[in-house]
């Protein structure tokens, strides 16, 4: 899970999509879903759904019959849903009533239809109970939807429990929102209501390139056709925050700025306003104790201007933000390999150029710039991403500027094991 990401968008909307090509950004499709798991319990308030590949037996014609479900609007939800538990439940498409074969035939390949049944053991006396009761109850399944007039009232009744679900063998608690690497530079994170419909949020990170000085510094951010290029002043003493006391804290402050955007007339220059902090003052997990001037570096913090209060919330975010990925990458099993150094000096560098841009930025006009402090934290995201080994490094494999993003291929798979897996389509819900 990547649940860092909630650290960025708490105080951004999503913007409402209804296009799957996605530019870097954070966006929200309100979807058709379906249960994928019958006999099983529908969410509840609170659970979360975090996504998984969709894999099994089945998987290819299910995620057929999702992807095709948004290519013919005019087959109800209700006949999608039902033609995927029967597929589940291995149901031979010859026996479903003929209406329903004729609805829902443009949603299934021949060959799928050529293997839509297969058979069952029929020594059921020697198989395990539970093996013998999953069987008699896809039995009854299939007997439901070969009725010559389907009850979908019925068959819902029998495929999705009611009430509040216990707590399964195997159980784990998920909260909800938990956002999942969704590869090639996405996230997702699944916020289903009931087992048919599903609140999709995707974030899309946004590549970028920096270009340094010869003390490390970023002169240059882009990404996207926005750009932002720095100069700093090397006048001496310009290096340093100084506190009473003697505290001495690290800066690099900006002699210029210049900001710009893809479109004509989006450009901004600024003279002697705002700093960011070196990488090195807080590296990647180091205490925050530690970093120069230590103790006494926090008193003078604490009592001495805004700027040194300035740069210890600065300091203090990219700690927490490093820690909390090192602390997923563990949790997951991916901390085989520590970051590249390259990969932690881009992650905390950026963070401190964002928000020393943004600083700088006080008392501006918004407009175009809002843009550019999106992209800027979309790039980011993306030094997170590859922090926590989703993406890879800039300039390795550069990502394209738009990409589609296919829900089909993942299914929203609860931490109670006793309840519904669901399938996402990319059929939006009215």
Known sequence: MANWLDAWQGDTSPQIQHSFTLAPGFYRFTLQSYCLHAGTYGPSSGAGY???????????TIRGILQRSAQFPAISQIDVQTLIWGTEAGTRFSDYPLDFQVRVAPLMTPEDIALSFVSLPALTASLPAPVQNALNFYGQLRAQLARPQQDFAALERLAVLPGAAPTGAGSRAIPSGAWTAAGEGFY?????????????????????????????????????GYRAETTYDDRPGQDLLIGEGGARLPVWRFATLRLSGPHPGETLELQDRGFTVPSDAVRFGQPFASAPGGPQLMH????????????????????????????????????????????????????????????????????????HQLRQRGALEYATCVLNGDCPPPGERPLPETATFDPTGFVATPGNTLMQRLGISARELN
């Open 188 to 224: 997702a994170r699944a916020l289903p209501s009931t087992y048919a419909r599903t609140v999709l949020d995707v974030i899309r990170v946004a590549p970028y390139r920096l270009v340094r000085d010869g003390r490390g510094r970023i002169t240059l951010f882009e990404s996207g």
């Open 50 to 60: 975090p996504l998984a590949p969709l894999r099994g037996d089945r998987a290819a």
């Open 300 to 371: 003078a913090v604490f009592q001495f201007g805004a700027d040194l209060a300035t740069w210890r919330a600065r300091a203090e975010v990219a700690k927490e933000q490093c820690d909390r990925v090192q602390e997923y990458r563990e949790l997951y099993g991916r901390a085989t390999a520590r970051p590249s150094e390259q990969a932690i000096a881009d992650f905390t560098d950026l963070g401190h150029y964002r928000d020393g841009i943004q600083g700088a930025l006080q008392g501006e006009g918004l407009g175009w710039l809002v843009d």
